[in-house]
């Protein structure tokens, strides 16, 4: 704790319950090396990510969820089985930066961190099945690209330039809303336009094809 001012313990806090909701086993695996080597003396409560056996558990989870998020279809199942693991690891995660010693900040840090991790999580994962509609994997591994790159660069910020994660941070929170709207609202319009298919209705988003037939009485529209 002494060796962080406030701001980046704020910081920080935000940044891991963020980037829990994105790659958690990422988070628990960069923040344990940072200790482990020394880069950044870690608040006590996440001395314990800097341990062996939690670095190599981290490590391999890091090397499967690599691939297995960049596989369509393969990542939004591994999302939701995730949405029970990443919400309360990002809380607990943002609550251990203030630790046992300053208990009513790591209350506070525990309940946004929680709905930090849900609104990143669902906003991967929302976003992901909208990606998945598209028969190319381009898109799909060029997000997952993105999502490995902004996790370490979220949490290097938070300690380096706090105030600069902050502002960017809310940012990129008005995003994630937007984007969870945007993407739920494709993914309820594809829904209700397949069950109407299934169902033998005319599906209103094609238009009709007209063709014109000569007849005695002029030409006649038939679908």
């Known amino acids: 704790m002494n060796s962080f001012d406030m701001s980046q313990l704020v910081a920080l806090a935000a940044a891991l319950g963020w980037a829990s909701g994105v790659r958690l086993y990422l988070v628990v695996l960069l923040v344990g090396l940072a200790g482990y080597l020394g880069w950044v003396p870690l608040p006590g409560g996440l001395h314990v ?28 199942l591994w999302d939701m089985v995730h949405t029970a693991i990443r919400i309360p690891a990002g809380a607990a995660l943002a609550a251990s930066v203030f630790g046992a010693d300053h208990a009513a900040m790591a209350v ?4 946004l961190g929680g709905g930090f991790a849900a609104t990143a999580h669902a906003a991967k994962a929302t976003t992901r099945a909208a990606i998945n509609t598209s028969p190319e994997p381009f898109s ?27 502002v960017l941070f809310v940012l990129l929170l008005v995003f994630s809303v937007w984007l969870i709207r945007k993407s739920w609202r494709f993914l309820r319009g594809l829904v209700a336009r397949l069950t109407r298919i299934f169902s033998g209705k005319p599906d ?13 009485t002029g030409d006649t529209p038939n679908v």
Do not use: M, Q, Y
């Not at 506070?108 to 309940?111: G, N, R, W």
């Open 204 to 216: 209103p988003g094609v238009e009709p094809a007209f063709r014109l037939k000569k007849s005695s």
């Open 49 to 76: 990510l800097a341990h062996p056996i939690v670095l190599a558990v981290s490590g391999f989870l890091v090397f499967v969820e690599f691939f297995a998020d960049k596989i369509p279809g393969l990542d939004s």
């Open 108 to 111: 506070v840090a525990a309940l």
């Open 140 to 166: 799909n591994i060029g997000t997952s690209l993105v999502e490995d790159a902004a996790v370490p660069t979220g949490l290097w910020l938070a300690v380096a330039h706090p105030l600069v994660f902050l």
